[in-house]
């Protein structure tokens, strides 16, 4: 199937079925509501076929164009389907566990992820390590053919709902840096692990604190090479800025278009519309770009950075031109779209954060684009 024939049949198919994947909105919505929502879009998805196209045959998929990928979750997301943030993690670790992982592994686990069986998480920050990744401290050391992990992770995404993490250790010495990091594939439910999730100020706990105890993960769920988990973690995080933020990217475009159809509040500043549509222009042009390069094999790197701050900017932009129009809405509003907007105006805070604050994705900018500076 080429791109055209899947854009013309998925847009048919969701014509049809897009009124049974419509997503529980209002206050009351909880995220377990959305995490089985979430669950029940891509299980349909891939029964049908959809979820499985741009995926490789041998781990599940269909064969095909990634760009697939990058159309379906923009189609879910332009319908108003999904919410891009917890539809997109298998967009981040998918790929990580086919580049990385024993063959029959990644054979198993990789369609569960996409059918909707399972959750992931990304487990990389920590207290103390969240920029300077290459300082972690969570320990990993071997015990005849296994690891015994012990540490603390933090800030995990859907842990609390994840059957399964991707996990960065230390196992060099302390003072190995990014040189003495492994990356594991972690069972959530072994014995040893404890996960509390943390209140978060747009009432969604989508993250969590997770800790380890002796947790004993078999040496056969090692990703990459021991003391390699560097390279694992710099795979991962262009993945984490590329086909999500383009799912991102396309749920920002009709929450702009939502708020120009209804606009909360009073009129909105002409000055601040056009210039939250032209940053959503421009993500789009320099994501569409990124999309295409990975569909034709490149291999992405730090210039995806450029993408997450466009994204970000974007992000927070069409917030504000929210914030600023229905400041009283947004701030008290109890109806189902000023509570939306409220929520999303608040997690647009973390748009600058997650994935890697604005200031590292400068630093990378700067450094290793534009060969600024020097790295201390
Ligand atoms: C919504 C959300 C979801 C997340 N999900 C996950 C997840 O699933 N898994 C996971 O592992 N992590 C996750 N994170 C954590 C995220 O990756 C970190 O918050 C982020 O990398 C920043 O690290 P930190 O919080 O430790 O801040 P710090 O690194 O302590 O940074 C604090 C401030 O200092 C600035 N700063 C730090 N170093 C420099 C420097 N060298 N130059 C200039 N400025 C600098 C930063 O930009 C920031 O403004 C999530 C975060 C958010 C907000």
Redesign the pocket.
Known sequence: MDLQEFRAGLDGWLDEHGPELVPPHGPGVTLDAEMEHLSKVKRLTYEAGWMRWGWPERVGGLGGSTLMRAYLGEALASRDLIEP?IYSMTEVLAPTMIEFARPALAAEMVPRLLRGDETW?????EPS?????GSLACRARPDGDDWVVSGQ??????AQYADRCVLLTRTGSPESGHRGITALFVDMDSPGITVRPIQAMHGRD??CEVFFDEVRVPGDRTLGEVDGGWAVAMDLLPYERSTSLWHRGAFLRQRLEHLLASPPGEALDPADLGEAAQLAFAFHARSRATQYRMAGGERLGPETSVDKVLLATTEQAVYDLVADAAAADVALGDDPDGARWRTEFL?SR?AT????????QR?IIARRLLDLGVDR
Do not use: P
């Open positions: 943030g998480c990304q487990g990389f920050s390590t969240g920029s300077n990744l992770k933090v800030w995990t995404s859907l989508e993250f997690y973390a954060i997650y994935g890697g604050s604005a200031e590292i630093n």
